[in-house]
């Protein structure tokens, strides 16, 4: 089966290997591309950092290393990891999970850097709020929107060949309905079901009357399970 792919081009090299091993090919179509904003740091003293994508890890080069960290999955974990932080404590792969893992283990009153991109949700930040903590969002990184999709990804949508699609953000499929629609190929990207990482990620597909999947918990082994059963 050929397979859309909407994240940014690093992700989606790696899911194109991933698929690669299922026995699926990938149609790489990336919406967004991701780039550092250049804002600074906040200033203010922080006892811990949050981390909820692999995106954030190289903006962490100024900190010390040990600074305790709460990252949302494995995968960023490992990044994090990599740029030379021990202290790394690891949620389930949401942003509830991370929150309530914070809570667990620190005490309210504590001052949060939340290492986050410029176009983020409301959570873990909250919710960490409400319990008495506080947090400092620094938007480091930015996804930032293409302006249309490429050819290849036109073409393979106008011609039939997709037969599912996977989608990790609800702004990235926020953005590839609109693309769609913006060449034309609306009534295409509903040829075809789109599996989603949750119901959330899944809002804009299901508005705009795709069928949509949503995967049995926030991972990509979970997203790619749904390929299963499918024809």
Do not use: N
């Not at 100024?62 to 494995?74: C, M, S, T, W, Y």
């Not at 990891?81 to 620190?106: E, M, P």
């Not at 989603?196 to 804009?204: E, G, H, R, T």
Request: include cysteine; glycine fraction near 6%.
């Amino acid at each position: 089966m050929r397979v859309l792919v909407t994240r940014s081009a690093h992700d989606a090299g790696r899911t194109a290997e991933r698929l690669a091993g299922l026995g699926h090919a990938a149609c790489l179509a990336p919406v967004t591309r991701i780039v550092p904003t250049g804002d600074p740091a906040p200033e203010a003293r922080c006892d811990a950092l949050i981390v909820t994508s692999a995106h954030a890890a190289e903006a962490l080069a100024a900190f010390d290393r040990q600074k305790p960290v709460f990252a949302v999955g494995e995968r960023t974990a490992d990044s994090v990891r990599s740029q030379g932080f021990a202290d790394v404590t690891v949620a389930d792969g949401d942003a509830v999970s991370l929150s309530r893992l914070i809570r667990g283990r620190l005490p309210p009153g504590l001052a949060l850097l939340h290492v986050t991109a410029r176009h983020h949700k409301e959570e873990p930040a909250a919710s960490l709020r409400a319990a008495g903590f506080t947090v400092l969002p620094w938007e480091a990184y930015e996804a930032k929107a293409v302006e249309r999709l490429p050819e290849a990804a036109i073409e393979a949508l106008r011609s039939g060949q997709i037969g599912a699609a996977l989608h990790y953000s609800r702004r990235s499929a926020d953005l590839v309905v609109r693309l769609a629609e913006e060449a034309g190929l609306a009534s295409h990207l509903r040829a075809f079901p789109h599996l989603c990482l949750s119901a959330d990620v899944a809002a804009p597909l299901t508005t705009a009357g795709a069928a949509t999947l949503v995967a049995g918990d926030p991972s990509e082994d979970a997203l790619l399970r749904l390929l299963d059963p499918l024809p």
